[in-house]
Each structure stands twice: as C-alpha cells, then as structure tokens.
C-alpha cells in the first residue's frame, strides 16, 4: 500500500496534474469544493493514473484541505513516485 501527500486545487477548467507545489504533486480538480465533490473526483483521478479501483483509494488525512494524504492499494511508494514524477533518488 503506497501513501503519497498531494496538493488540491478544485474548481479548475480540468482535472489534471500540473507539478508540485511545496513538493508534494499538485492536481487541479474541475470539481468544486462542496459536499465532497472535489474528493470523489481526486479518488477518481488517482484511481484512473494508478489503474486501480476507486476503492483501493482512501483519503486518509486533510478531507477539507487542500493539503491531503492518499492511501492507494495495490501500489507501493516506488510506484506512486513514479507515476507522479517525483525522484525517489
């Protein structure tokens, strides 16, 4: 199971990764903030970059922050890294 902390910007014109922000990925979600969207559409874009279920996706810390850690199933640390475009050197 990998953990990754993620930077969220909802209410964008698309839901993408555009870099890092303070180090951690930056992902401009199109949902906005409001009950819960912004989260069901980063659960969904993880879930789509990782290849894996929505449900192997959990976020665990930060559910009304922008700042949030991510859990996902089935994917070490390595792999999040890399799919990412973070350096694990």
Avoid: W
Avoid at 40 to 49: E, M, P, R, S, T
């Amino acid at each position: 199971m990998g953990k990754i902390v993620v930077y969220c910007q909802p209410g964008a014109k698309q839901t993408q990764l555009v870099g890092l922000h303070d180090g951690k990925p930056k992902i401009q979600l199109k949902a906005p903030p409001v009950d819960g969207a912004a989260n069901k559409a980063l659960i969904a874009f993880l879930a789509d970059l990782c290849k894996v279920p929505k449900s192997a996706v959990t976020i665990e810390l930060g559910t009304s922050g922008r700042t949030k850690r991510v859990e996902v199933a089935g994917v070490d640390d390595g792999q999040l890294a890399r799919l990412f475009g973070m350096d694990t050197a």
